[in-house]
């Protein structure tokens, strides 16, 4: 498998997955201004829709969507518990927290990054968020993980969305409980190494 990446952006939590499932893969980075992947093609060619993650298969094929490729990575290996089997309860709470994480964090992070979003926006996507991350931060309370002390793909999608705050001024300091949970997962091996991989940290 290979994964294209933009550095620190959504792609890590794909990085950090294959890594705590133990799977082999090629991890490629993109340029984001010229769109050219490190293996010599054009990024735009592999996913049309010219963003990251993107993940070629052993067959040829190329999945995107992080909360397809997340499920897509637990599921190569079950024995590293990164999702519950399919068709449980337990893994629609994956699901229920994933498009949670893809639509209600990730997406209102992301006019934040953009110099073109409008001032009122950014304010108003701020808002939304600390509405969010307040919900979160009462959900997560004194649990090690998202899903309770299993660490699952939703935890590394969560921490990587949530280790932007650092670069827009967006303190978590108000929310104890998600303050120590982001460290906890930034200290797991995996997480380390991925982020190391990425350039993100020494
Ligand atoms: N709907 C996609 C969105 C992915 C996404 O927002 N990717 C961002 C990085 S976090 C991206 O590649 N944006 C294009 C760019 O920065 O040029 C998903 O959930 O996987």
């Not at 397809?68 to 309860?89: C, E, H």
Request: glycine fraction near 6%.
């Amino acid at each position: 498998m290979k994964l294209y990446y933009f550095s620190g952006a959504c792609s890590l939590a794909s990085n950090i997955a294959l890594r705590e499932a133990g799977l082999p893969f090629e991890l490629v980075k993109v340029d984001r201004r010229t769109r050219k992947a490190a293996d010599g093609l054009d990024f735009n060619e592999v996913n049309p829709k010219g963003y990251v993650p993107a993940l070629t298969l052993d067959n040829g094929e190329v999945l995107t969507e992080n909360v397809a490729v997340l499920q897509y990575i637990a599921d190569r290996n079950p024995t590293a518990k990164l999702a519950p089997p399919a068709g449980t309860m337990e893994r629609y709470r994956l699901v229920e927290w994933l498009a949670f994480i893809s639509s209600e964090i990730h997406k209102n992070f992301s006019p934040m990054f953009r110099d073109d979003a409008p001032e009122e926006t950014k304010q108003y996507v701020r808002k939304v968020l600390s509405a969010r991350l307040e919900h979160l931060n009462r959900a997560i309370g004194n649990r090690p993980f998202l899903m309770g002390e299993q660490f699952t793909v939703a935890d590394a999608y969560l921490f990587t969305v949530l280790g932007w705050s650092r670069h827009l001024n967006f303190d978590l300091g108000k929310w104890q409980p998600l303050q120590r949970y982001v460290e906890r997962v930034g200290a797991r091996p995996q997480v380390i190494e991925a982020l190391k991989a990425e350039g993100l940290v020494k």
